[in-house]
């Protein structure tokens, strides 16, 4: 399947989904979750999710991690509209949260994280192959990114569905996952 194809399939299955099965599927990718065993984590990247696209609630495991490790610094995504670059910028409790260009939410101001310090990104996406390559909504922020980490970052996606045999349109820029959970299963890469 080619990266269109897969986009827009996965984006109208995940919006099929009836509120009490995202809810039990949702428990069960924080179950699975759980299982994961990850090394020290000191600086997370995650995300605000897109609630009308069905996005997985990832501050299930934001909220797991930071009750096993009290100190962790979490930061969400910024895009700067200029450039068309991602910044991770570190959030607190107060932080103020814009709506930007796609409709996500992100801080409004903050001290922006060095990618080399970070441990952990929870990376967004539609859909994922069983090499690990993900589909996402197609803007490429996401790669340009994890680019600027350290080639030992973990890097996790969550979805709702198994991983689809092969995206065929992969390319150099593509940088695939760690780990994928879903409902079944911890996928590793």
């Known amino acids: 399947m080619i990266k269109t194809t897969v986009r827009k399939e996965f984006l109208q299955r995940r919006l099929n989904i009836f509120e009490e099965e995202f809810q039990q599927q949702t428990v069960l990718i924080g ?8 090394p020290a984590v000191d600086f997370l990247l995650s995300y605000s999710p897109i609630i009308e696209r069905h996005e997985f609630d990832v501050s299930v495991c934001e909220d ?3 009750q096993q490790y009290p100190l962790l610094k979490t930061a969400w995504p910024r895009i ?3 450039t068309q670059q991602m910044d991770a910028v570190q959030i607190e409790k107060n932080s103020i949260l814009v709506h ?5 939410l ?20 539609l859909a994922f192959d069983k090499k690990g390559y993900r589909v996402g909504y197609g803007k490429g922020y996401y790669d340009r990114f994890l680019v ?42």
């Open 31 to 38: 179950f699975n979750f759980k299982k994961l065993k990850v």
């Open 64 to 66: 797991m991690l930071q």
């Open 80 to 82: 700067e509209s200029a």
């Open 100 to 104: 930007n260009t796609h409709k996500v």
């Open 106 to 125: 992100e801080p409004a101001d903050g001290m922006i994280m060095d990618p080399q310090k970070l441990d952990i990104v929870f990376v967004p996406l």
């Open 148 to 189: 600027k980490c350290r080639p030992d970052i973990i890097k996790i996606g969550f979805s709702f569905f198994d991983a689809v045999d092969s995206i065929e349109d992969i390319n150099e820029f593509d940088v695939p996952l760690n780990f994928c959970i879903t409902p079944r299963r911890i996928y590793e890469f």
